[in-house]
């Protein structure tokens, strides 16, 4: 994941509202639950089939509303980390998938995305709060993220976060 503080660029892979963990973690595909590594490979299959052979590391899924919908499986979030995905970037996101998304220390932001085409190139320092366009030459507000999920994600999520720090350490 990196220090939140890092500025990210990447190309923007666009995806619609109501993605759902069905779209990113296909249940089909459930049997490579265990192996999350080739699981990874499929990741957004059901709603791009080329996303993952496209993307490169650091590019950002940007979405519109209710990104992570349905069933409340982690292997949605944790497979679109280990593709290498910079940032989640949507207008609002289902609250399991948000908040495991935290958990794992794959940083998930949010912001009016209605002016992000599918292949600009974006480039996003969350810490300061704002998101470039740098194809339409725009520069996005984003919401803050409080503090103390800038530390699980600093942390790389909730359990390195745990093993750093101990029990209850996120004020």
Do not use: W
């Not at 220090?3 to 249940?27: C, L, M, V, W, Y």
């Not at 220390?105 to 992000?116: Q, R, S, V």
């Amino acid at each position: 994941m990196g220090n939140i503080g890092e500025i990210k660029k990447g190309r923007a892979f666009k995806f619609g509202d109501n993605i759902s963990t069905d779209h990113i973690a296909p249940g089909r595909l459930f049997h490579l639950r265990s192996n999350l590594e080739e699981f990874s490979k499929h990741v957004l299959e059901d709603a791009d089939p080329e996303f993952a052979s496209k993307m490169q590391k650091g590019d950002f899924v940007v979405a519109g509303n209710n990104f992570g919908l349905g069933s409340s499986r982690e292997h949605a979030p944790q497979i679109i980390k280990i593709a290498g995905v910079g940032a989640v970037i949507a207008k609002s996101f289902a609250r399991i998938f948000y908040r495991n998304a935290i958990n794992i220390g794959l940083l998930a932001i949010e912001c009016n995305t209605d002016n992000i085409d599918a292949g600009d190139e974006l480039e996003l320092d969350a810490k300061g709060g704002v998101l470039k366009n740098l194809t339409k030459g725009e520069t996005l507000k984003i919401t803050p993220l409080p503090d103390v999920m800038i530390k699980l994600l600093n942390d790389g999520g909730l359990i390195e976060h745990l093993k750093k720090h101990g029990d209850f350490d996120l004020v």
